[in-house]
């Protein structure tokens, strides 16, 4: 029955990826952005159900850094790994602030009785500049 929950479990994270996550802002050129999506994993942590939140950097070349939540008030019976998630003040800090490389998905879980509406408060890209031979009519600086 274990094996059929994560299973079922499994399922509905790609379901998640593929067809619920909420794209939050765009950025230039029509990159993807940080996505936030979270669900009832089926399992217990003293009697409450719990959560998994995840958060993926979609872009294609660039870098989230100091992201961050609105949490007032979060609660949770199920430690959460500070380096991962941190709360301070009203708002939580996801992976310290540090980079989340592209492509890259970072998760927590955490147990409560209901659901919290999770919204992310805040991030910034840093991306790196195009090569050399995409950018055109661009002057070359040389210093010396």
Request: charged share 15%.
């Amino acid at each position: 029955m274990a094996s059929v929950m994560k299973f079922l479990g499994a399922a509905l994270l790609l379901l998640l990826y593929s067809k619920v996550f909420a794209y939050l802002g765009e950025f230039s050129q029509g990159r993807t952005l940080v996505s936030l999506g979270q669900y009832d994993t089926g399992d217990l942590y003293s009697s409450a159900p719990v959560y998994n939140v995840t958060f993926y950097n979609g872009c294609t070349d660039c870098d989230v850094v100091d992201l961050s939540l609105r949490c007032p008030g979060f609660k949770t019976l199920k430690p959460i790994d500070p380096f991962i998630f941190k709360p301070s003040g009203d708002s939580c800090i996801i992976s310290r602030g540090l980079q989340i490389y592209t492509g890259v998905t970072i998760n927590f879980t955490y147990a409560w009785e209901s659901q919290y509406p999770f919204e992310i408060a805040h991030y910034h890209f840093e991306c790196a500049p195009p090569p050399e031979s995409e950018v055109k009519g661009a002057a070359r600086i040389v210093r010396g």
